[in-house]
């Protein structure tokens, strides 16, 4: 299989490293991501990862909460995934950076553009942590933001589900299964793939998206290769 892409943003939810546990990390998601990750990157794939702190926080279910405090809790919830991720990749002989929006130069590098760059042209895997580091964001928006920073050529939506869905399949019963939208599509039908922030971004700079489902193995690799799996957003 030949890669179709050259640098790829790939967003993992936390709810997809939660695993069955659905709260918390699970071990055995990080050595799956681990593996994946080490597939496309022997390739010779460029391979940036922004990652939700959702199996963490989510501020958005706080009602009580002032939102710019629960979103700050989130942005650190993400930080904490990023660096567990850093881990099993750097266990695994994947050289890996961690960089965060907010700064916290103890654990990561901050986000620099330039030195984001540089790290991925030298074959280590950047993860960027703490979102865009201002509250009303969502880390969709974040790997909408990021992809067209560094110039991905697509964005990998890893996520618990392995598709978009007209509505909630655990929930519904009878939804629909899409294979193709558009990002205006998924706008109008309010598709909730992403926030209308993240989905406008991607748009307004024609940012593809493809979304599929993390926990089963090889879909890293068929997604990068151009694959027939869950959904394509053009």
């Known amino acids: 299989m030949e890669p179709k892409y050259k640098r790829v943003i790939l967003k993992i939810s936390g709810e ?8 918390g990390i699970s071990e ?23 990652v939700g702190g959702g199996n963490f926080w989510r501020g958005r279910t706080s009602k009580s909460m002032d939102r710019s405090t629960a979103d700050y809790m989130g942005m650190l919830a993400t930080v904490i995934n990023a660096m567990a991720l850093q881990d099993a990749f750097e266990t695994i002989g994947i050289p890996t950076r961690v960089q965060t929006a907010i700064e916290m130069k103890e654990v990561a590098e901050p986000y620099i553009r330039r030195k984001a760059v540089n790290h991925l042209e030298k074959g280590k895997v950047v993860i960027f942590g703490a979102g865009t580091g201002n ?44 294979e193709a939208l558009t ?12 926030d209308s922030t993240a989905a406008s971004l991607c748009r307004d700079n024609n940012i593809d998206i493809h979304v599929f489902e993390l926990a089963k193995e090889g879909n890293v690799m068929k997604a990068i290769c151009g694959g027939k799996i869950g959904t394509v957003i053009t």
């Open 28 to 50: 055995d998601m990080l050595k799956k991501v681990a593996e994946q990750i080490r597939e496309v990157h022997d390739m010779g794939v460029q391979v940036a990862i922004v």
């Open 16 to 23: 997809a490293l939660a695993g069955e546990k659905n709260f």
């Open 183 to 194: 990002h205006q599509e998924v706008l109008e039908k309010g598709l909730e793939v992403m």
């Open 135 to 178: 509250p009303f964001f969502s880390t969709d928006t974040t790997a909408a933001l990021r992809a067209a920073e560094i110039d991905a050529d697509i964005i990998l939506l890893a996520k618990k589900i392995d598709a978009v869905y007209s509505a909630d399949p655990e929930k519904e019963a009878n939804v629909v299964r899409y």
